[in-house]
């Protein structure tokens, strides 16, 4: 074994076996590679066709100033959107400021005093808390407002307990919430599969009831979106999988025209709707991103199964495993070890073309009640549709990655993380010849 304690390594002899140990498992991980590089066709041709009925053209790269009244631009963009996300409507805009934010306008938007939402996935993604009222105080959250709120915890391997939501569908409900994403929770993201059982039991029960997903991480990953499923309402962010690692900014809500109205109408303002706010001459890059989305998700999910496979060769618990199926691009990886989690950060910090300088430090977060660690050396700050890696500072301190827009990128960053681990004495590797 390599002695990675108070004595000194072969820093050679470690880098040698761990860019072998890499590409063995690349090697072996050829076949799932292939999968997911023939899938970008198929959704390609779904953007295409998207980009072909509506016209989109040059003259649509320009926006226009002040109110952004009449912007064709802006009206061509959610149109297309639309229709790659199987909705009646869409509304993508850069005054999003994240997911959590199309997401909250989408709940206040459609939600009135007196409503009940009840979350199926469990206890949502921690941004999220404060906007439904389940942490802070004073901000003007969802139960500040006399919204209600339920959630049923899943069941015991990690899915959806449907004979519970039976029972909870007794109760009137106006809006059934439904995380895609595990977030930072230990469990299987959710199928489409899945979602459409829901939204078919849901809609079964009690058909005026709104289902609402939260489509972060989640786009491009199946052949199909929520929408075209039984989803009512979606939304989620553009620096991450629809933004195809270059759009700068913004988020996006898709669904039902007048769902998708409310919501904008708390971004905007009763009134003004879906019918306002400029596109700050970003609409070429917003298409384009959208064009780049199907390869950029590809080698993502490319560069999640070398995650998987080196960290589960080297004895870490991984979720989900290499082969498992996927229906987002986080990879996550149980450390179990505080330090363990901030060299792995460390290492895929100094493999960033961005701030590779830099030491990601634990530190607060808004939105977060936990110390987040996080490896985010992005062309686009905090864009998990680029490579990166994060996780709350909290036992069993899993690290989640994400990202990236080629799967050489992710061995060259493993290779260096594997060198850091043994370098603090917090991996043995066996010897070799």
């Known amino acids: 074994m390599f002695k990675s304690s108070s004595a000194e390594i072969n820093e050679a002899l470690v880098k040698a076996w761990a860019k072998n140990y890499v590409s063995c498992i690349a090697d072996a991980q050829k076949s799932f590679r292939e999968k997911r590089t023939e899938a970008v066709m198929h959704r390609l041709e779904k953007v295409l066709d998207a980009f072909s009925k509506e016209r989109v053209n040059t003259h649509h790269f320009a926006s226009v100033t002040g109110f952004g009244h009449g912007d064709q631009g802006r009206q061509v963009i959610d149109r297309v959107f639309a229709r790659v996300l199987g909705a009646e409507s869409a509304a993508v805009r850069t005054q999003f400021v994240s997911g959590t934010h199309a997401i909250a306008a989408s709940l206040f938007g459609v939600l009135r005093p007196g409503d009940h939402l009840l979350s199926v996935t469990g206890r949502p993604y921690d941004t999220l808390e404060e906007v439904i009222g389940l942490r802070g105080r004073g901000q003007g959250s969802l139960l500040e407002f006399g919204v209600g709120y339920e959630e049923l915890n899943l069941d015991k391997d990690g899915c959806i307990d449907f004979a519970s939501l039976e029972k909870a569908l007794e109760v009137s409900r106006n809006?059934?919430?439904?995380?895609?994403?595990?977030?930072?929770?230990?469990?299987?993201?959710?199928?489409?599969?899945?979602?459409?059982?829901?939204?078919?039991?849901?809609?079964?029960?009690?058909?005026?009831?709104?289902?609402?997903?939260?489509?972060?991480?989640?786009?491009?990953?199946?052949?199909?979106?929520?929408?075209?499923?039984?989803?009512?309402?979606?939304?989620?962010?553009?620096?991450?999988?629809?933004?195809?690692?270059?759009?700068?900014?913004?988020?996006?809500?898709?669904?039902?025209?007048?769902?998708?109205?409310?919501?904008?109408?708390?971004?905007?303002?009763?009134?003004?709707?879906?019918?306002?706010?400029?596109?700050?001459?970003l609409h070429r890059v917003l298409l384009q991103g959208l064009f780049l989305?199907?390869?950029?998700?590809?080698?993502?999910?490319?560069?999640?199964?070398?995650?998987?496979?080196?960290?589960?060769?080297?004895?870490?618990?991984?979720?989900?495993?290499?082969?498992?199926?996927?229906?987002?691009?986080?990879?996550?990886?149980?450390?179990?070890?505080?330090?363990?989690?901030?060299?792995?950060?460390?290492?895929?910090?100094?493999?960033?073309?961005?701030?590779?300088?830099?030491?990601?430090?634990?530190?607060p977060m808004p939105g977060y009640d936990t110390e987040l660690v996080m490896a985010g050396g992005t062309f686009i700050d905090g864009s998990t549709s680029e490579f990166s890696a994060d996780g709350p500072l909290r036992p069993p301190y899993n690290l989640y990655v994400q990202g990236g827009t080629h799967h050489s990128h992710v061995k060259i960053a493993l290779i260096r993380a594997i060198f850091e681990l043994v370098k603090a004495g917090l991996l043995n590797l066996p010897q070799t010849d």
């Not at 059934?176 to 929770?185: A, D, E, L, N, T």
């Open 175 to 281: 809006m059934v919430f439904i995380q895609r994403s595990c977030g930072y929770s230990w469990r299987p993201s959710l199928s489409i599969k899945s979602i459409e059982q829901i939204c078919s039991l849901v809609h079964d029960k009690q058909p005026k009831c709104v289902c609402f997903v939260d489509n972060c991480y989640g786009e491009l990953v199946e052949e199909k979106e929520p929408c075209e499923v039984g989803s009512d309402l979606i939304a989620g962010s553009l620096i991450k999988n629809l933004g195809g690692t270059i759009a700068p900014v913004g988020g996006y809500v898709a669904g039902k025209t007048n769902l998708v109205t409310k919501a904008c109408c708390r971004l905007t303002s009763p009134g003004i709707g879906v019918d306002g706010g400029t596109g700050f001459d």
């Open 293 to 363: 989305a199907p390869q950029m998700v590809a080698e993502a999910l490319i560069g999640a199964d070398l995650v998987s496979g080196v960290f589960e060769g080297l004895g870490f618990d991984v979720h989900p495993l290499v082969g498992q199926h996927r229906s987002d691009v986080i990879q996550a990886v149980r450390l179990g070890d505080p330090n363990a989690l901030k060299v792995v950060c460390k290492a895929f910090q100094l493999c960033s073309p961005v701030g590779s300088y830099l030491e990601p430090v634990p530190a």
